[in-house]
Structure formats: C-alpha cells, structure tokens
C-alpha cells in the first residue's frame, strides 16, 4: 500500500511540474506570437533604423548639346562624404578611453579635402545622425578618403554617389546654359528654364551598416536612365566665332559689357548667342552675380538709331511717307511751340533728302517730323506691334519686357525723342526679332533656342519650330525698308560692315546712357550694329551691341559694324554662302584684305579604307570643308587661311576623324 500510494503522489507531481512546463512553453510561445505577429512591423522599422539609412538618391540631369550634336553639358557621377557623428562618439566611449577620434578625423580628412581642420571637426561633433562634409568629391579625393579610411579605422563616414554638372566648353555660350547648384538644383538660363526637364526621377536609397558603422550593402549604385537630351539651335562653331569677336572689340575698346546674337531670320532659331562680362559654370560660386545675367535678355537699354527702321516701317505701313517722298534737312528741328529741339549727331544739315536718304544717313531731324506724323497711337500701337514692351516668349530664364511710353501721357517731345530710339528700352533679343520682322518679309517671330528634347527612348517629346506672332507689316513695306537699310551698309553710315561681294542690309546705332536720375550722360554711350545678309534673301541677321565703349571711337559704325562684318564673313566661308557677284569666294586675313588662295586639295583614300588627310595650308575654310567631302569632320579656330592642322598632312585616318586647323 505504501509503495502504491508513493508511485501515485509521484505521477501527481509530475503532472504538476509538465503542466507548469507547458503553460511557460505556451506563455513563450504567446510571446513569440506577440512579438511576431503583432510587434513584428514595429521592431523591424526599429532595426531598419539602426542598421540602415535611406537618401532621395537623384539620376544624373540631361545631357545638353548644340544643334550638331556637340556636347555642351554633361553630368558625371561623383561621390559625397558625409559623416555620423553619433557612430564616432558612440566609439569614442566605448573604445578610445579619453581619445579624441573626431579630432583625429578632422586631422586626417583636412588636407586631402582641402578644408579647415576646425570645419571638419564641427561637422563630426554635431548632435545628429547625418553631417555633409564635402559634396562631389573628385576622383582622387574619393580615392584618398577611402584609403585613410581603412589605413586609420576611421568610423562613422559613408560616401552618397551624386550627379556633378560639367560644362565641357567652359566659358562658351555660359549664360545661355546657366549652373546647376546643390542639390542639383538650376541656378540660371536653361540649366533653371528646364530644371523639370533635366532633373532625373528622384529614388528612395538606402545602405546597411554594422555596429561599426561599417557598410555592408548598398542600392546606391542603382542609376537608372529617365532623362531627356536637350538638342540647342545653337550651331558652336558660330558660337565660337561670334564669342571671339565680341573678346576682340571689349579688349579693344574697354567697353564695360557687350551683347551679340546671331539668328536664323526665317526660323526665329538662335545660332549664336553672347553676353559680357561672363564666367565659368563649372565654377559659377567663383564670380559675382551680374556676372551669370545674359544681357541678350534681361538688359534693358536705349537702341538709338537701329530703332529708325522700325519707325520709317510703321510710317510706310501708315502710309505717312513714301521711299522717295522729299524732306527738309536743316540740321535741327524744333516746333512753333519750342517744346521740341532734335539736332542731327553733327549738328549739320544736308538740305533735301528723300525718305530713303533720311534712313540711309540716320537723319535725326526728320525722324522726329515723320514720329509726329505718325503720332503717339500708331508709333507705340505699332512698336508694340513688333514685339516690344513685353517678352519675346524664348525658353530662358530673366528675360526683361523693356520700357515703353503710355501712350495715354506721352508729349510731343516724347514722340520726336522716341523716333530716335531715345526715351523707351528694349532688350539686345527685341531689337533682333524686329529687324528680322523686317528682313523676313513681314512676320514676327518667336525666337527659340531649344532645337529638340529626345526621351532615353528615342522619342521627341518636344520640338521647337517656327512660330509667327503677327504681321505688323506687308510684305511690300519690309521689301522697301530692306532695300534701305541695304543703302545704309552700302554708301551710307554702315560701310563697315559690308563685306565685299555680299549684299548686306544693316543699321548702326549710338546712344546716349541714362544717369538714375533720367540725365543723359555725355560720355557713355551704348554703340550697336544690327542688320542681315544676303540682303535680297537673308540666311543671317545678327546683333551686335557694346557698352560703353572706351575712347574717341565710339560709335556704332566705328566699333559694332567692324564686329558684324568679321563675324559673318567667316561663317559665310564657313557655310558655303557664295557672293552674289559670282566671284569664287576668297579668303580674309585678319586686317580684310582679299588674298589669294591655292588651289582646293584633294583627300584621297586608301585601299584599306583609310584617309589621307590634304594639306589644307593656304586656303579659308570653306575650301577646307569643301576638301573634307563630308568624309572628315573641321574644328576651325581663328579665321582667314589656313596655317597649322593637326593631325599633319598626308597622315592616315579613319572617316569622320576630327582635323583641328588654325586659320589667319
């Protein structure tokens, strides 16, 4: 009985002890359920917090290139360096006793940054998880950094992949192309214009790390392609040229700041477009602020006389004045009341002249009778009806709408000195549309600088193409004012322009600045030539505009039209455009004299498919593109003949290799 009672209180203790066993089993069990199933989300963003950090990681912006394809900007992944300074405490304490690691960071990374020590060791004391140190390190920065990292055990600092903006020209077509800041953020002209466009889809990133703070993996690396390829109307090889001429005149002339555009007069599209003082994007942070305004847009000034074409336009137009209708010269004019008192710039008077003679000899004189002709309602109705007083609508950032008269409280001083080209601004881009109104036939357009925007699939997404905003004028009246401006360049105050075989159409202009106080100021003056060629049928119209020109020789016909004339002579070799005399075209040197050129070389090809590149010494470039047949690809520099090229004569190439040849 003893032994029987022993065996049963033994299974009750077991039975005890299994039960407890199981309910802490269960209880566990529960508890892993609890934790999994309920608390799981929870703590697992809790370890994805500890263990990783996630960053707004953006593609690389679109490239940007001219209307052949030439890259004007780029952008290249580079690395930054950022630090957390809570993983370097956090060792701190736990591994270097009373060291000071940050210190030691700051010593180490300094020199290879190029940065204060103390800048560095502020950002690895801050109280937060994430301190930038440098943005877009270069190569061998990278290189350096990660080095010293593994050779000194630095904790805490973990590079980002970033998009890094590189401007491949320089200083070329600068304003036109703008900066991209941080953040890759637009800072001026396209680069802020299209900002949506160029800027790739933002992607969550992320990167895991150990205790240490020592990457384990990484998504960073996963760039994917979403941006556009932005195609400019700009054609670099005129760009260069014009850039070149307008350096030239400012060394010349010390002017202060210069503006030029070149442009297709028939499309609206800019071929070439420049502003001075300018900078270097890569390098924007270098150079002050005016430094990034294009002037071509966002520079309101006086035109003087290149405005005239416009007045003597709306007076044909109105039917006010004839080509041939006779004027009184007498070298002023003043009305009954003396409200008004115009002189001519050399206070002289030529008698009778025609209407024609008046645009031809920029008389000042009957200018303000033909403006009060006209009257205040059809001199604004029709200057607004060419395109000024508001934007012209092109894709860049600033442009300015100019300054005109209300012409509910105009006088009639207001009207004379307005048909001068005084007492109303307008943009370097204004001036340019209006004289193309003129030289187009009739039609005002909206001028455009974006050729194309192609998606990463090839697909156009956006096209600029002509665009006509009115007709201020018939095509009668443009044909008339064409052929006077044509005298202008011809016999007339414009000579300097011409270029000896081509008809070219063109007004000078010099005006007088304004002190902040409305005064004119006798010695600064803004000179400017604007006109197109071929006159009869023009494939050019260009703008040239300098302010304030230094010394005795400041006016438009002594420092733009020499600008003008030496631009487009070497694009017209350039391009092929033969003079209308029928002369076989001629190389300039660099004073204007005609030379003589030998004879166009021929490029032979070998049996194995090579070139064997001419000897181009001698001739312009026409002739050397003419030589290249379509098989080899020019970068001309300078203008006139050829007298260097590289590679040399008789060397071996392949089609479409790149000759480099000097020109003067």
Not at 275 to 302: A, L, M, V
Not at 597 to 606: A, G, H, N, S, T
Not at 617 to 629: K, N, S, V, Y
Request: hydrophobic share 40%.
């Amino acid at each position: 009985m003893r032994w029987s009672f022993t065996l049963t209180e033994s299974k009750k203790r077991l039975r005890i002890v299994m039960t407890f066993v199981l309910l802490f089993i269960g209880a566990i069990l529960l508890r892993l359920m609890y934790l999994q199933l309920w608390r799981g989300s929870d703590f697992a963003k809790d370890a994805e917090r500890q263990l990783a950090y996630s960053n707004n990681q953006g593609n690389p912006r679109g490239h940007i290139l001219d209307r052949n394809g030439d890259e004007l900007a780029v952008s290249i992944m580079c690395e930054s360096l950022y630090v957390d300074p809570s993983q370097i405490f956090k060792l701190e304490k736990k591994d270097a006793g009373d060291g000071n690691l940050a210190q030691f960071t700051a010593e180490i990374l300094a020199p290879i940054l190029h940065m204060q020590e103390k800048d560095v060791w502020n950002k690895c004391t801050q109280n937060s998880s994430f301190v930038w140190i440098k943005r877009t390190l270069n190569p061998d920065e990278s290189r350096q950094v990660r080095e010293a990292i593994k050779k000194y055990k630095l904790n805490g600092l973990h590079f980002i992949p970033e998009s890094k903006r590189f401007y491949t020209k320089k200083r070329i077509a600068a304003q036109v192309l703008g900066f991209v800041g941080m953040d890759d953020r637009g800072g001026s002209g396209l680069e802020l214009s299209l900002d949506r466009e160029l800027r790739g889809a933002i992607s969550k990133q992320k990167v895991y790390y150990d205790a240490r703070g020592g990457e384990i993996i990484s998504d960073l690396n996963n760039i994917k392609d979403t941006v556009p390829t932005v195609y400019l109307t700009l054609d670099m090889k005129m760009q260069y040229t014009l850039e070149r001429a307008i350096d030239e005149a400012m060394a010349e002339t010390k002017a202060v700041g210069a503006a030029a555009i070149l442009m297709d007069p028939y499309t609206g599209e800019i071929l070439a477009m420049v502003s001075r003082p300018t900078f270097d994007p890569n390098h924007y942070e270098d150079y002050k602020d005016t430094d990034w305004q294009n002037k071509c847009i966002g520079y309101n000034y006086e035109p003087g006389s290149v405005f005239k074409p416009i007045v003597g336009s709306a007076a044909l137009q109105c039917r006010v004045v004839k080509p041939d209708d006779k004027m009184m010269d007498k070298g002023y004019y003043r009305d009954a009341e003396n409200e008004i008192n115009i002189e001519n710039w050399n206070k002289k008077g030529r008698g009778e002249v025609t209407f024609s003679e008046v645009i031809k000899y920029s008389i000042n004189t009957c200018m303000a009778e033909i403006g009060l002709k006209l009257g205040e309602n059809n001199l604004v109705g029709f200057t607004e009806a060419f395109g000024f007083g508001k934007t012209t609508g092109i894709e860049l950032d600033g442009e300015e709408e100019g300054i005109l008269h209300d012409r509910q409280n105009m006088y009639k001083a207001d009207i004379a000195v307005m048909s001068l080209g005084q007492g109303i601004e307008v943009t370097p881009l204004q001036m340019l549309r209006a004289i193309c109104a003129i030289a187009n036939g009739g039609d005002l357009l909206r001028p455009y600088i974006v050729k194309k925007i192609v998606a990463p699939n090839g697909e156009v997404t956006r096209e600029g193409k002509r665009h006509v905003i009115s007709r201020p004028i018939s095509r009668d009246v443009a044909n008339q004012m064409r052929r006077m401006m044509e005298e202008v360049v011809e016999s007339g105050g414009g000579q300097a322009a011409g270029i000896k075989g081509y008809r070219i159409a063109g007004k000078t202009g010099t005006a007088q600045k304004l002190t902040k106080k409305g005064d004119y100021i006798d010695t600064k003056h803004i000179a400017s030539f604007v006109g197109f060629v071929p006159a009869n049928a023009p494939q050019y119209a260009m703008l040239v505009m300098l302010d304030e020109p230094q010394g005795k020789d400041f006016y438009g016909a002594q420092v733009a039209s020499p600008v003008f004339r030496n631009t487009l002579q070497q694009i017209l070799a350039a391009k092929g455009v033969q003079p209308q005399t029928g002369e076989v075209l001629k190389g300039f040197d660099e004073i204007g004299k005609l030379v003589v050129q030998r004879k166009i070389p021929k490029l032979i090809e070998e049996a194995d498919g090579r070139l064997r590149v001419p000897d181009f010494t001698g001739i312009d470039m026409r002739a050397c593109t003419e030589a290249m047949q379509g098989k080899l690809k020019l970068k001309p520099y300078g203008s006139g003949l050829a007298y260097k090229q590289l590679p040399k004569p008789n060397t071996l190439v392949p089609e479409d290799e790149l000759i480099e040849v000097w020109f003067k």
